[in-house]
């Protein structure tokens, strides 16, 4: 009886840790492989090397004013945000679109420790590349990627932006999957509130007002967290993968003026 019993505790572990798998694996990373050549383009090239492939960098057409490492979301690649590099070259940013370890052509296995451990990694070649000021970017996943890194990096960092974040992952999941006891079976945790609480550079939040994959209340708890300098966008009638399309120029200038604005 009792080899009985205990073959039943370790087929629930089992099953319990094939659910952790399964829910984390879905909820979280949804990674597209392609090919460097797949990615490269005219304005945006292998960084720092087609050999040692860590992104895409794109650099501005005249004098450079810094260097912004973007962070992107839970799908695709790195390539498919092009978009900030057109909107930061033209403020005279260098913009390097880096890449996770398992998405587009890189080799690997997502998970939080991996992708904060890679995070860290590149913020601190792009520092000794290119110096200060150096910006981080981080939209939906990537916000908690950089927030994890950036606060374990804060000393070659001059400013967080965060779009479409969370405070803490588990609050989304249990958004998502009321039914399930997310606490206890996710561990990829993502806690900005806690990586943040001692960061001590400006964040900007940026929100989507209608977002339906990371409720806006969500972001505005974390800015609520945030010890300072600090500040909230609320990005009006946008959704979690459109609010790009609600901003122009005149956003983006002011969304990084008060991130530099230490610098100037």
């Given at each position: ?18 659910g952790v ?9 949804f990674?597209?492989k ?5 990615v ?9 090397t ?5 992104g895409?960098?794109?650099?501005p ?6 260097t912004?490492i ?14 900030y590099?057109s ?11 880096a ?6 052509p890189r080799?690997?296995s ?46 070659k960092?001059?400013?967080l ?13 249990a ?18 509130v ?8 400006p ?21 609520s ?28 200038r002011?969304a990084?003026?008060f991130?530099?604005?230490p610098?100037q």
């Amino acid at each position: 009886m009792p080899e009985r019993n205990g073959a039943t505790s370790s087929l629930r572990g089992l099953v319990l840790l094939e659910g952790v798998a399964m829910l984390q694996e879905r909820f979280l990373y949804f990674p597209e492989k392609v090919a460097i050549e797949d990615v490269v383009s005219e304005r945006l090239v292998t960084w720092p090397t087609t050999e040692a492939f860590r992104g895409l960098v794109g650099e501005p057409p005249g004098t450079v004013r810094g260097t912004a490492i973007v962070f992107h979301g839970n799908a695709g690649h790195a390539g498919h945000r092009s978009f900030y590099a057109s909107a930061l070259n033209r403020l005279g940013l260098r913009v390097i679109l880096a890449e996770y370890p398992g998405y587009g052509p890189r080799e690997g296995s997502p998970n939080e420790a991996c992708l904060v451990v890679d995070a860290q990694e590149a913020i601190g070649l792009a520092h000794r590349l290119y110096g200060a000021p150096l910006l981080l970017i981080g939209e939906s996943l990537g916000a908690g990627v950089a927030a994890a890194a950036g606060s374990r990096e804060r000393d070659k960092v001059a400013g967080l932006m965060l779009i479409t974040p969370w405070d803490k992952l588990e609050h989304v999941a249990a958004f998502h999957y009321p039914w399930a006891p997310v606490k206890w079976l996710m561990h990829d945790r993502y806690d900005s509130v806690t990586h943040l609480a001692a960061f001590g550079q400006p964040v900007l939040v940026v929100v989507a007002e209608r977002d339906s994959i990371v409720p806006a209340r969500f972001g505005e708890a974390l800015h609520s967290a945030l010890p300072g300098p600090k500040q909230l966008k609320i990005v009006e009638a946008a959704e979690h993968n459109d609010w790009i399309g609600h901003v122009d120029d005149s956003w983006w200038r002011e969304a990084i003026s008060f991130l530099r604005a230490p610098d100037q």
